[in-house]
């Protein structure tokens, strides 16, 4: 039977495994409270990787995941990131950030800073063994690369987080979303530099030039399009800027993200923008959860990278409390107040996975330090509402205070 199996069949069922295993996961297991549907779904990814459903039943697993089926769900994973890593740049505004800079400028520093410091020391740990280092990585790539994907948090996570406890337009979600922006372009920036080829540099910096230029134009454009027409040109200027990312090195989710942060959210309605962003996570994110997780590698046993992301999750959480805590005390918040805002912020999950995936991509990491920091990334993010949910009912006079 597999033999007279076309593609296209193979292709769907693959698609249909995607979708039918977390939903159902999600909804006969009840897992809302700690594991929303898109953790299930990179969960599941993991779970259809080679290292789960490949080592159970090799047979199966190539036979579904072959060759030319992993081809065409990777071209649907990289559109569905850019479009998601798009929308999240457009989304991002710094204009309460600026009003309120010298609290947003101390805690976003430091809930950057202490968590990348305490990772890049859990990397230099790692390069005393042999296979975490990707083949193309200088030994400061890697350490700034593993450092920072302890420190980053995942806004689009974070949003959903907040919604679900209630607390995304209190004063409080309001001041931790500044927190996080702020890191959003930090994060960003620091890919950028990891991935800076100096071999390329009249090509990267032609890209920047090129970048600044046709973003000026189009800024004008938009303002004179009918707002139906912003839509459309948005994802022409997301294609072309992804092209001229890659092409100059720099890699095309750092394209995407520089596409959507130079536009501004007001040129759209908000409720089409929060409609295509769940769409999005709904219709193709799924597929990009499951590419994610056919790159997992337990060839150094599962034991030994449970290890390290057990070492990587504590570098991460604990970096990100105590920063979070030293801004309390130099701002003057209230006792808890800074444990509640630090374990929002360490959620990671899709942002992070992006992030490592342009390392695994350029050869910075190898597959063995993704599957680490992919198991590191879900166990926080499925950590952080039980551990807060709690926090908030002890507390409920500061999801109701101003700062």
């Not at 280092?133 to 994907?149: D, L």
Request: charge should be neutral; hydrophobic fraction near 55%.
């Amino acid at each position: 039977m597999h033999s007279t199996m076309s593609t296209t069949e193979i292709f769907l069922i693959a698609m249909t495994l995607i979708f039918t295993i977390p939903y159902l996961i999600w909804r006969v297991g009840k897992t809302e409270y700690y594991a929303p549907l898109v953790v299930v779904q990179i969960i599941t990814g993991i779970l259809l990787g080679p290292g789960i459903l490949g080592a159970a039943f090799p047979d199966y697993y190539t036979f579904v995941f072959n060759p030319a089926v992993i081809q065409s769900l990777n071209g649907i994973a990289w559109w569905a990131v850019m479009v998601f890593v798009w929308i999240a740049g457009i989304e991002l505004d710094l204009r309460k950030a600026w009003e309120h800079r010298r609290e947003s400028g101390i805690t976003a520093g430091l809930a950057l800073g202490t968590p990348l410091l305490f990772g890049c020391i859990a990397a230099i740990g790692m390069l005393s063994y042999d296979g975490w280092i990707g083949p193309k990585a200088y030994t400061w790539q890697f350490v700034m690369g593993v450092g920072m994907a302890c420190a980053v948090t995942a806004l689009p996570i974070l949003i959903l987080l907040m919604e679900k406890l209630e607390v995304l337009r209190q004063p409080i979600g309001q001041r931790i979303l500044r927190y996080a922006s702020l890191d959003d372009i930090a994060i960003w920036g620091v890919l950028a530099l990891i991935l800076m080829d100096w071999e390329r540099m009249g090509r990267q910096v032609g890209f920047l030039l090129a970048f600044g230029v046709a973003s000026y134009l189009l800024r004008k454009l938009m303002l004179w399009l009918p707002a139906r027409d912003r839509w459309y040109v948005g994802l022409i200027w997301l294609a072309v800027c992804g092209l001229g990312a890659d092409w100059s090195g720099l890699h095309f989710m750092v394209g995407a993200f520089l596409a959507g942060a130079i536009m501004d959210g007001d040129w759209f309605d908000q409720k089409q923008m929060d409609a295509l962003r769940h769409h999005v996570l709904l219709v193709v994110m799924p597929v990009f959860f499951l590419s994610t997780g056919l790159r997992t590698n337990w060839s150094m046993g599962g034991a030994t990278v449970f290890i390290v992301a057990g070492a990587l999750l504590f570098a991460s959480v604990s970096g990100k409390l105590l920063g979070t805590h030293i801004a309390g005390k130099i701002l003057k918040w209230e006792p808890g107040e800074g444990s509640i805002i630090g374990w929002l912020l360490q959620t990671k999950a899709l942002i992070m996975i992006i992030f490592v995936n342009v390392l695994l991509d350029k050869g910075i990491i190898t597959s063995e330090t993704f599957t680490a920091l992919l198991l590191m990334a879900v166990a926080s993010t499925m950590l952080t509402v039980p551990v807060v949910s709690p926090k908030l009912e002890r507390m409920k006079e500061i999801i109701f205070r101003s700062k």
